[in-house]
């Protein structure tokens, strides 16, 4: 019986030890990775605006709705948000958690189930979009200009995060907002602490050739290069 309680407690201790080492090189991680710069010279003569929006948690790319390279309104549409306005200019995208994007629109409504599943890569993802007349700079809200080339790579790494219908279209999340000018959509990929919302946002920095974090799932790991 003791050697049995002793074996016991040799787990224990294990488990305990690997999770608090988890945890201490997890924190590493964060603390470091977001400090080491990618792109940091991104190309001259940039004529496409392109912004980094935050919400003090998620960051969104936000892109012109039209241009000559892409329309984003011949896949969203505007009456798939409850204002329809055709007046927009912008189209901002942000990539999360399904679970978490639909059943959590205010932090007092966080489940710890939700929140396992995110944290731990058991649930699917969305792609949260919205419509904007005017984008203001600010600390929250940070501008770049890109080369149509660099542009198009962005272009790309958006439209291939959504997840299409057997009719090859983008799937929208019909009866789910959060005011009046968004919408969700099905996307690829899965949620997890390595790979949030923020780090969606820093890869598609790295994917128009843009300053970026070596790795962040923070929002402030990104507005760092952007100081």
């Known amino acids: ?18 999770i608090v080492g988890f945890v201490v090189l997890y924190l590493l991680s964060v603390f470091l990775l977001y400090r080491i710069p990618v792109n940091r ?30 329309d984003w309104t011949e896949e969203l549409k505007f009456s798939q948000t409850k204002a329809n306005d055709t007046l927009a200019q912008y189209a901002a995208f942000g990539w999360g958690d399904k679970g978490f994007y639909l059943y959590t629109p205010e932090w007092s409504d966080l489940k710890a189930s939700t929140a396992f599943k995110a944290a731990f890569y058991l649930s699917t993802s969305a792609m949260h979009t919205t419509f904007y007349r005017n984008i203001k700079e600010g600390t929250d809200c940070k501008k770049m200009l890109v080369t149509p080339d660099d542009y198009r790579a962005l272009v790309r790494y958006i439209e291939d995060s959504f997840n299409p219908g057997a009719d090859g279209n983008v799937q929208w999340i019909s009866g789910y907002s959060y005011g009046k000018h968004d919408a969700f ?9 390595f790979y949030t919302c923020n780090t969606w946002a820093n890869s598609a920095l790295k994917a128009a ?18 100081d």
């Open 209 to 226: 050739n843009q300053r970026a974090a070596l790795w962040t799932p923070y929002d402030k790991g990104i507005f760092y290069h952007y």
């Open 1 to 18: 019986m003791k050697l049995t309680l002793k074996k016991i407690a040799k787990v224990i201790l294990k488990l305990t030890l690997s």
């Open 185 to 193: 959509y099905e996307a690829k990929g899965r949620y997890s602490l």
């Open 41 to 70: 010279h991104p190309k001259e003569g940039g004529t496409i605006p392109v912004y980094i929006l935050t919400n003090g948690v998620h960051t969104d790319i936000v892109v012109p709705l039209k241009n000559n390279i892409k």
